[in-house]
């Protein structure tokens, strides 16, 4: 893998500045950056796999929740696509179509001679660039973690934020977590899968990292068993019954406790509890070990309610869960 959620820190380190290196610039930047990642992106995967004759697989690892839209109305319908073209599309497209989603460049474009610039903020690739960055990726590598509710806004503002001419919010009803972006939405993984496929074709996809965060360090973390189970779930339904067969991979986050970017160690995220208090950091197992360690060892699960018409009692086929098999043994 060369990038790790690559929209997330372009947004959030050169948008509005809450990570290093904390620039603000939402209008500017934030496109100029993105646009050096995704060629640089590309040059690491050619010189890999052309100079250095690597046999391995390489990709980027993209980052996006769901976007599910409001209402049925096509203008909202519209948004919620064009809220997932603006997070994952920003650098899947390219790399595996060859440039941004004309969405983008149509959006971007149209607020950018509205603002009085004489071109648009979102920068372009040559035609030299487009085939040396189409095809730079042997899988599609996703992080997800939850999901948003999204319809159409009309923004007047400048910006990443201000350029998709979207409202995003949240159904109260869902779970929360100890993250205020994370709530637990299972079936938001199911849809993204499918709309990978859908967008991208027969490609190989692993989802790098799913997981949930909580503040309490509880032993009986139930609230994570709940999220394994029906993530993991919503991928088999995917597989079995979207016919999103080309899943290889998952990757649950996290194995232990870590320091979570701006937050440090207050959202702790790990089926290992961590004591940071220790200069031994010693681990204690959660219930979600002994929880996860029996799928691994049974490739997939059956649940004990049958009658459950959501849930897909199936082996995980092709699913790759070695990350974490060694380590939960």
């Not at 809450?18 to 930047?29: A, E, L, Q, R």
């Not at 046999?55 to 769901?66: E, F, L, R, S």
Request: aromatic share 14%.
């Amino acid at each position: 893998m060369t990038f790790n959620e690559p929209w997330i820190t372009t947004y959030l380190g050169y948008g509005i500045g809450t990570f290093p290196p904390g620039i603000v610039s939402p209008s500017i930047k934030v496109y100029t950056t993105a646009h050096v990642i995704i060629k640089s992106h590309a040059r690491a995967y050619h010189v890999y796999k052309d100079e250095l004759n690597g046999q391995g697989k390489i990709a980027i690892v993209t980052n996006c929740d769901w976007t599910e839209p409001v209402s049925d109305e096509p203008e909202d319908l519209a948004a919620a696509e064009r809220a997932i073209q603006f997070r994952l599309g920003w650098y899947a497209h390219p790399i595996f179509k060859g440039d941004y989603p004309p969405v983008m460049k149509e959006f971007v474009g149209r607020k950018s001679m509205e603002q009085g610039y004489n071109q648009s903020r979102l920068p372009e690739f040559t035609a030299e660039e487009i085939e040396y960055i189409k095809g730079t990726a042997d899988y599609f590598a996703l992080n997800h973690y939850s999901t948003g509710l999204v319809g159409y806004a009309n923004s007047t503002g400048e910006g990443w934020d201000e350029d998709q001419d979207i409202s995003w919010t949240i159904d109260h009803d869902w779970p929360s977590s100890g993250s205020d972006w994370l709530h637990v939405v299972p079936w938001g993984l199911r849809r993204i899968l499918v709309w990978i496929s859908n967008e991208y074709g027969d490609v190989d996809i692993i989802v790098a990292e799913n997981g949930m965060s909580d503040r309490n360090s509880s032993m009986q973390d139930d609230h994570r068993v709940y999220y394994y189970k029906h993530y993991v779930n919503n991928v088999l339904q995917a597989i079995d019954l979207d016919g999103v067969d080309t899943v290889i991979g998952y990757t649950a986050w996290s194995l232990m406790d870590n320091f979570e970017w701006g937050t440090g160690y207050d959202e702790k995220f790990g089926m290992w509890f961590v004591d940071f208090a220790d200069e031994n950091r010693t681990r204690t197992a959660k219930d979600s070990v002994a929880y996860y360690r029996g799928i691994i060892e049974d490739n997939g699960y059956v649940d004990p309610n049958p009658s459950d018409s959501a849930t897909v009692a199936s082996p995980i086929v092709m699913m790759v869960l070695l990350p974490l098999l060694m380590l939960l043994v």
